[in-house]
């Protein structure tokens, strides 16, 4: 599985954790819900500016979003 993919898996498990659309989501980190989604079907190869914004919708550390067995 590559990157994008899991990145995409990581985001979507953080906001149905927390009960979230993904519309209410991306207002949340000030991105697009189309843009969101493409990132949750792993199609959009994202910058790290955009994984700190979405860290930081989820309260959240980029170390915190990265520490999971997603990738390992």
């Known amino acids: 599985m ?3 993919n899991k990145i995409g898996i ?3 498990e953080l906001r149905t954790t927390l009960g979230l659309s993904q519309e209410k989501f991306s207002f949340e980190c ?3 819900r189309t843009y969101i ?3 949750e079907q792993g199609h959009r190869n994202i910058s790290i500016n955009n994984i700190e914004k979405i860290a930081k919708a ?3 550390s980029v ?3 990265f520490n999971s ?4």
Do not use: C, M
């Open 2 to 4: 590559d990157i994008k």
């Open 10 to 12: 990581r985001v979507r």
């Open 30 to 32: 000030e991105l697009d």
């Open 37 to 39: 989604a493409s990132i």
């Open 58 to 60: 989820f309260n959240i």
């Open 63 to 65: 170390f915190e979003f």
């Open 69 to 72: 067995n997603i990738f390992q």
